[in-house]
């Protein structure tokens, strides 16, 4: 096994055992509140990642074309596959050399998508909400995350 994917599967696993467990570099002290609001409190952090925020703003005027281009290029990899299948069958034999193309072409296109995808996305996206009466951006966190804010359920809205 090479070096470099012996190394992306440590570092994967790392990322899984560091998630699932729940650890942390920089543990804090969680906010104190009665019992038996427990059930009706969600935790909010400020979100603001300026890298990441203004990256994937910038990103939005593009965003359009960016999906434009995603979906030509799946069209053209369907054609691509569809050729090297009747070619196949034209023969009548299975030459595996006519779906080296359409493969790398595959191959690429899903990671090209990906890497977009992470671009545009950033990773307060999915987890981002709106607190009323409290300006600013917000996402969900856990009750001992840095700035970490106890708020009413009813007033956090997608």
């Known amino acids: 096994m090479k070096p470099l994917m012996l190394f ?5 696993v ?5 998630v699932s467990f729940g650890l942390q570099l920089e543990p804090s002290a969680p906010i104190e509140f009665a019992s038996d609001a427990a059930a009706n409190v969600l935790y ?3 979100g603001t990642s300026a890298f990441f925020d203004n990256f994937a703003n910038n990103l939005q005027p593009v965003h359009h074309i960016l ?15 569809g050729w090297a299948l009747y070619q196949n069958l034209l023969n009548d034999s ?8 359409p493969w790398r072409l595959t191959k ?19 987890r981002s909400v709106q607190v009323d009466g409290l300006n600013g951006e917000y996402v969900l966190c856990e009750y001992n995350s840095p700035n970490v804010r106890a708020v009413p ?4 809205h997608n």
């Not at 790392?14 to 560091?18: E, K, N």
């Not at 359920?153 to 956090?156: G, L, P, Q």
């Open 8 to 12: 992306a599967i440590v570092v994967l």
């Open 14 to 18: 790392a990322i899984v055992i560091v």
């Open 44 to 46: 909010v952090c400020p």
């Open 67 to 81: 999906i434009i281009v995603l979906f030509a290029v799946i069209m053209l990899l369907a054609f691509s596959w």
């Open 94 to 101: 299975f030459k595996r050399d006519t779906f080296k193309k």
């Open 108 to 126: 690429w296109t899903f990671w090209c998508a990906v890497i977009a995808l992470l671009f545009v996305m950033t990773p307060n996206y999915f």
């Open 153 to 156: 359920a009813e007033s956090v």
